[in-house]
């Protein structure tokens, strides 16, 4: 009997027996999903969001905010094409319990909306959000005059006593562990009577393009923001008070979930377009334009979309990727399958994503033959000739897809629990085996 006999939850991952050559429609993306509901939640009136992300990470945004009073209903959009959300706002308030599950968006973006809602708001969610780093935000909205009960450990559980109102003013934070600290606390600051002003004061901040994300999202709905970036002190991000506008506003497909699809290109010298494309955007996934090229593809990008095409050789590379950090599991994957050794750095904050992904590639990459170190901050991977094996998946959707790309052209590779991608792209093994098929 095989092993994926017996435990149902081992997924066989598909192998490619020649180049892929498809087209490969991406849903929305995460990051942008989710930012757009807080945005729309907090506004001073109604608001449209077309094609959103419906996934876990993401339902989980909307029913917390349906929960906390906000009105998300189905719809077909203003001009009467594509699926929506009409996003209806009202008084925010408890009691209301938020289920995170492993969100990090929703497990921080929340409590400062929780702070402005009447009435108490309870936070759980899976065992790994119990782990991730969530104190600074916690310490932020008590400076900024919140009232928070948690068990003292910097984490979830806890409880948010919304007044229905918050001071906001100066805060410092460091959010070397996660930019979604500074995220969380501008997304919600133009509620806040006084606005806010964050000072970042640790050594190192992952993830800049999400915090533009931030910023752009919440200008383009009428927010007030100075940042360094438009000449403002370096590591300070200031929000005046001030009402936001209903927007209609429709959601770029996921640049990071679009990673396995061009990864598979590149690595069976094969060629893939994902349509929408978006030629501006603060998403971190555009990076793999130059990545992957660097890894040996090409690419081209049109009004039908980015084309990524590959040769089948793959070449190592030694690059930082803190602005990006993840895209790491599937760049990882991919660099196990080169011509030379890569290192990959600036990403010691992947130790507090989904899982442990830098301890995570290494026990899985090098189970399946590989030669993978962890270094301080990164890894270093020297590749080798692999074989097949369970590649194991700790709940976190990257890790899947990372070992989905491997399975593409190493024989017998199993998934566990490949339904894990369902944080964000919960269609993921039609899609691949949809691509595989040429469609
Ligand atoms: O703000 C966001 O939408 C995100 C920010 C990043 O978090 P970290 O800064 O914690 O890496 C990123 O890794 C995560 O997938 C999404
Ligand atoms: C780190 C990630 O997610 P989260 O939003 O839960 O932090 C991710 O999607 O890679």
Known sequence: MTESAVHPALWPAPYASGAVDATVTVPGSKSVTNRALVLAALAAEPGWLRRPLRSRDTLLMAEALRAMGVGIEEGVGPDGSGEAWRIIP???????????????????????????????????????????????????????????????????????????????????????????????????????????????????????????????????????????????????????????????????????????????????????????????????????REIFTAMGGTYELTDGGLTFTGTGTVHGIDWDLSEVGELTPGIAAVAALADSPSTLRGVAHLRLHETDRLAALTQEINGLGGDVTETADGLHIRPRALHGGTFHTY?????????????????????????????????????????????
């Open 90 to 288: 009202s008084g925010l308030h408890g009691p209301a319990t938020v289920d995170v599950g492993n969100a990090g968006t929703v497990m921080r973006f929340l409590p400062p909306v929780a702070a402005l809602a009447n009435g108490p708001i309870r936070f759980d969610g899976d065992p790994r959000s119990y782990e991730r780093p969530l104190g600074a935000v916690i310490t932020a909205l008590r400076t900024l005059g919140a009232r928070i009960d948690d068990d003292g450990r910097g984490a979830l559980p806890l409880t948010v006593f919304g007044g229905g109102a918050l001071d906001g003013g100066v805060v410092e934070i460091d959010a070397s562990s996660s930019s979604q600290f500074v995220s969380a606390l501008l997304l919600s600051a133009p509620r806040f009577n006084l606005g806010v002003e964050v000072r970042h004061t640790g050594p190192t901040l992952p993830s800049l393009p999400h915090i533009r994300m931030t910023v752009d999202m919440l200008r383009s709905i009428g927010a007030q923001v100075d940042t360094p970036e438009s000449g403002g002190e370096a590591n300070v991000w200031r929000v005046a008070p001030g009402a936001l506008l209903g927007r209609d506003l429709t959601v770029e497909p996921d640049l990071s979930n679009a990673q396995p699809f061009l990864a598979a290109a590149l690595i069976t010298g094969g060629r893939v377009t994902v349509p929408n494309w978006p030629t501006h955007t603060t998403q971190p996934g555009d990076a793999l």
């Open 395 to 439: 709940d976190d959707h990257r890790m899947a897809t990372a070992g989905s790309i491997l399975g593409l052209v190493v024989r017998d590779v199993r998934i566990e629990n490949v339904g894990t991608t369902a944080k964000t792209l919960p269609d993921f093994p039609q899609m691949w085996s949809d691509m595989l098929a040429g469609n």
